[in-house]
């Protein structure tokens, strides 16, 4: 195959870390040393379903392009949500955004979460009940 026949151009690294650390950790590390390798930001990844993390999508996102990963089965990739984007509760109403946090535990990391609210109790209170009769 000549070099006027290639669709697209790849790069491979790989690095090595302890059994006990997680895949997702050394992304941004394998990345640099892409990136060095390329000359440039790549703006298409192709990666198992252990960089299934919001940061990895970022990352191809802000590039112009996106990440092929496997969708990981993890509980807050069950959330549904409405049609304005609005999380559900779990009587199924969209719940409005409260606030906006930084969250820094139990992740890799820090960066910023919303807070949503009972659609019945926030903005205001609504004096309907919930159909589920949710503690919250």
């Known amino acids: 195959m000549t070099q ?18 997680p895949d997702v950790s050394y992304f941004f590390p394998l990345m640099a040393e892409v990136e060095r390798r390329l000359g440039y930001r790549p703006c298409f990844g192709a990666l198992d379903v252990a960089f299934d ?3 990895v999508h970022e990352y191809f996102h802000e590039a112009g392009g996106f990440a092929a990963v ?5 509980a807050e990739h069950r959330k549904q949500f409405d049609e304005e984007g609005r ?10 955004l409260k606030s906006i ?10 960066h910023r979460c919303g807070h949503y609210a009972c659609p019945l109790c926030y903005p205001e209170i609504t ?5 589920i009769k949710h503690k919250n």
């Open 87 to 96: 999380p559900l509760c779990a009587a199924g109403l969209g719940m409005p």
């Open 101 to 110: 946090f930084l969250k820094k535990s139990h992740c890799l990391f820090p």
């Open 127 to 131: 004096g309907r009940s919930c159909s």
């Open 53 to 55: 993390a919001f940061y």
């Open 4 to 21: 006027s026949q290639v669709a697209g151009s790849f790069a491979s690294s790989g690095l090595t870390q302890p059994f006990d650390q």
């Open 70 to 74: 496997p969708w990981a089965d993890r």
